[in-house]
């Protein structure tokens, strides 16, 4: 009897090993994971420092700007961790239909003065980890009001947009981020003035549209 049961068990085994991987299943969409990600990130700033918690948080690939284009993990190598470190909350988020790619958005403040961000997120599908792939922002006169709750929004699913190609004007440094689905983009533009434009765009079902528009006037001379 013990031997046929531990068969049993064994065959039970087996046909589970045979079965999916549970840890390969494709993660589900999950709007508040981007939110938690961009907390978590001012928050470890406050702890490690605030380029501590950029190169920390960094996917291989990420950018940001200077104001020139720059690859954030070289960047970053050199930049030593201020006394204080700016400090942000997120506004609103917006994710592709799949969830593995999101774009927040939010307000900073620094000694007195004030100013809103943008943050792109990718999220590995297997591990569910989750770094940022550009960030940028740049300062306001007037602060931008917190809301009462942090907005939401993910692009619509069962379908896949045909993304149009974009160019850029002559001496423009442009990229152009997708995620996997294509229900989410993001397209940001570095003119030779070293003024830039960031721009994300997510499906509603119809067409790619504008969620956030972030233009940046050029530095002073």
């Not at 307000?107 to 997120?121: L, R």
Request: hydrophobic letters at 40%; charged letters at 20%; proline letters at 7%.
């Amino acid at each position: 009897m013990r031997l046929l049961a531990a068969a049993v068990a064994l065959s039970l085994v087996a046909g589970c090993a045979q079965g999916p991987d549970p840890r390969k299943r494709p993660l589900a969409a999950n709007p508040s994971a981007y939110v938690a990600a961009e907390i978590g990130f001012a928050r470890l700033a406050q702890d490690k420092g605030q380029w501590t918690a950029f190169r920390e948080t960094a996917a291989p690939d990420a950018v940001m700007f200077v104001p020139q284009r720059v690859k954030a993990r070289d960047w970053l190598k050199s930049q030593k961790d201020p006394a204080e470190s700016v400090k942000w909350q997120p506004h609103a988020v917006f994710v592709s239909c799949d969830g593995n790619s999101g774009a927040t958005t939010g307000a900073w403040q620094k000694s007195g003065a004030s100013g809103y961000f943008t943050t792109v997120w990718m999220r590995d599908p297997i591990s569910g980890k989750i770094s940022w792939v550009l960030d940028h922002g740049d300062g306001l006169t007037t602060p931008r009001d917190a809301p009462d709750f942090i907005a939401s929004s993910q692009a619509k699913c069962g379908s896949r947009p045909a993304v149009p190609i974009e160019a850029g004007a002559e001496g423009d440094d442009m990229a152009v981020g997708l995620s996997g689905d294509q229900t989410l983009s993001w397209t940001s533009i570095v003119h030779p003035d070293q003024s830039r434009r960031v721009i994300v765009r997510m499906w509603d079902g119809k067409s790619m549209k504008t969620v956030i528009d972030n233009d940046v006037a050029a530095p002073p001379k």
